[in-house]
């Protein structure tokens, strides 16, 4: 008789728990990058952290993950001063090296970097407030009436997710004196200008925001005469005239913006309400301009004591901003919760306020990027940030232990 003890069966053995290190990057992943401090204290906490943040690895993740930079700050032009002036002014803990411009007019911000302009000679110099760098752009060799111009980044196969450094394209479109409206571009990688191209119809472009969709920049040209948009693309080099819709062709409190389907859209203020339109193309080709949305600006604006109409002066395509002035104050209005903030407050009434948003990820472990500023940056934050309190799980190099943000 076999009396051997029958065998148990064999179990698989349970996966390893996971630990405090193997959950901070996860976590720190999530870390909103519409504040910056936020990764600066998580990179002092401790060099396995620091080391991480600081990877190329992470860092390509953190942005892939969060897909849209956020809005650091905004940049203004303060007429009050003589000469004029442009100054950075910061919506998050990043604030540039040298926020003041003076002498210079701001036209354009893109891709992590804002387009000045003289105010005596009228010369280009683009600027990256991450890395403190300039560049000053060559005269463009056609005289102009008035013109206005954007940046873009020039990298080829770019997610514009980490622009820095990179090569750019400044798009120049303005009118003569004979009628003509012509445009050219001006590439960083050759240091100069391409051939102008025009077409026989006048258009006094204004120096309201451009809007950029595919390879086409758009701009508004003067209300006053002929109330048009300009569409300049810059890779098949054509220009182009599309005509606002029908109520707002007399109206100047208007900007075109980028439509949250990524087509040209257009938003203007009209007895007291704020049109949302964007461009629709039929089978045939043919685009004509479709009512997205309707908002009484009362009804956004809970303020009181409000008795100006609002008029647009700037939009954020990424945060989904709409800014609008009444009075000598700029609000900004998220078009999906509705939630409104007043970010700026006029000196003066009688000088027309153009809101330039700037977009860009400011991470740390770069060459723009130095740790210590970061440390500058988490130890000068307010503890009565917006942002929620976070509990983060923090590794040492031997230990682990609880960790708080506040």
Same mark, same amino acid.
């Given at each position: 008789?076999?009396?051997?003890?029958?065998?148990?069966?064999?179990?698989?053995?349970?996966?390893?728990?996971?630990?405090?290190?193997?959950?901070?990057?996860?976590?720190?992943?999530?870390?909103?990058?519409?504040?910056?401090?936020? !990764?600066?204290?998580?990179?002092?906490?401790?060099?396995?952290?620091?080391?991480?943040?600081?990877?190329?690895?992470?860092?390509?993740?953190?942005?892939?993950?969060?897909?849209?930079?956020? +809005?650091?700050?905004?940049?203004?032009?303060?007429?009050?001063?003589?000469?004029?002036?442009?100054?950075?002014?910061?919506?998050?803990?990043?604030?540039?090296?040298?926020?003041?411009?003076?002498?210079?007019?701001?036209?354009?911000?893109?891709?992590?970097?804002?387009?000045? =302009?003289?105010?005596?000679?009228?010369?280009?110099?683009?600027?990256?407030?991450?890395?403190?760098?300039?560049?000053?752009?060559?005269?463009?060799?056609?005289?102009?009436?008035?013109?206005?111009?954007?940046?873009?980044?020039?990298?080829?196969?770019?997610?514009?997710?980490?622009?820095?450094?990179?090569?750019?394209?400044?798009?120049?479109?303005?009118?003569?004196?004979?009628?003509?409206?012509?445009?050219?571009?001006?590439?960083?990688?050759?240091?100069?200008?391409? =051939?102008?191209?025009?077409?026989?119809?006048?258009?006094?472009?204004?120096?309201?925001?451009?809007?950029?969709?595919?390879?086409?920049?758009?701009?508004?040209?003067?209300?006053?005469?002929?109330?048009?948009?300009?569409?300049?693309?810059?890779?098949?080099?054509?220009?182009?005239?599309?005509?606002?819709?029908? =109520?707002?062709?007399?109206?100047?409190?208007?900007?075109?913006?980028?439509?949250?389907?990524?087509?040209?859209?257009?938003?203007?203020?009209?007895?007291?309400? !704020?049109?949302?339109?964007?461009?629709?193309?039929?089978?045939?080709?043919?685009?004509?301009?479709?009512?997205?949305?309707?908002?009484?600006?009362?009804?956004?604006?809970?303020?009181?004591?409000?008795?100006?109409?609002?008029?647009?002066?700037?939009?954020?395509?990424?945060?989904?901003?709409?800014?609008?002035?009444?009075?000598?104050?700029?609000?900004?209005?998220?078009?999906?919760?509705?939630?409104?903030?007043?970010?700026?407050? $006029?000196?003066?009434?009688?000088?027309?306020?153009?809101?330039?948003?700037? +977009?860009?990820?400011?991470?740390?472990?770069?060459?723009?990027? $130095? !740790?210590?500023?970061?440390? =500058?940056?988490?130890?000068?934050?307010?503890?009565?940030?917006?942002? +929620?309190?976070?509990?983060?799980?923090? $590794?040492?190099?031997?230990?682990?232990?609880?960790?708080?943000?506040?």
């Amino acid at each position: 008789m076999d009396t051997t003890a029958p065998k148990r069966p064999r179990h698989a053995s349970a996966p390893a728990p996971r630990t405090i290190t193997d959950m901070a990057p996860e976590i720190l992943l999530r870390l909103p990058p519409d504040d910056p401090a936020y !990764l600066a204290r998580a990179a002092l906490v401790c060099k396995p952290w620091r080391r991480l943040l600081t990877s190329k690895a992470f860092l390509g993740r953190y942005r892939a993950f969060h897909r849209t930079p956020p +809005m650091l700050g905004f940049v203004l032009n303060l007429k009050e001063h003589f000469g004029g002036m442009t100054r950075f002014f910061p919506t998050s803990t990043f604030c540039p090296t040298a926020p003041d411009h003076p002498g210079m007019s701001v036209l354009d911000a893109r891709h992590g970097r804002v387009l000045l =302009q003289t105010a005596m000679d009228q010369l280009l110099v683009v600027w990256d407030p991450v890395t403190g760098e300039e560049w000053k752009i060559p005269e463009v060799p056609v005289f102009a009436l008035g013109f206005n111009a954007a940046v873009v980044c020039a990298a080829a196969g770019c997610d514009h997710l980490d622009c820095h450094g990179g090569p750019f394209r400044v798009a120049f479109v303005g009118s003569d004196n004979h009628g003509y409206t012509f445009a050219c571009t001006y590439s960083s990688e050759t240091g100069a200008w391409s =051939q102008r191209i025009e077409i026989e119809e006048p258009a006094f472009v204004n120096d309201r925001p451009s809007v950029l969709v595919g390879n086409t920049v758009y701009f508004t040209c003067d209300p006053s005469n002929n109330f048009k948009i300009v569409g300049y693309n810059i890779v098949a080099q054509e220009l182009t005239v599309i005509w606002p819709p029908s =109520q707002h062709e007399y109206y100047s409190c208007t900007v075109i913006v980028k439509a949250e389907d990524g087509t040209l859209g257009f938003t203007g203020v009209q007895n007291g309400r !704020l049109y949302l339109w964007s461009m629709k193309a039929d089978p045939d080709g043919d685009v004509e301009w479709v009512q997205r949305r309707v908002i009484q600006h009362k009804t956004m604006l809970r303020t009181r004591g409000l008795t100006n109409p609002p008029e647009v002066v700037g939009f954020a395509y990424g945060p989904g901003l709409i800014f609008v002035r009444t009075g000598n104050t700029v609000f900004s209005m998220e078009l999906k919760s509705g939630h409104v903030r007043k970010v700026y407050t $006029c000196r003066s009434k009688n000088y027309e306020v153009i809101v330039v948003p700037y +977009m860009s990820f400011y991470t740390p472990g770069t060459d723009y990027a $130095c !740790l210590s500023c970061y440390g =500058q940056t988490a130890i000068a934050m307010s503890t009565h940030s917006s942002q +929620m309190s976070l509990l983060l799980l923090a $590794c040492c190099e031997d230990e682990a232990k609880y960790f708080a943000f506040s």
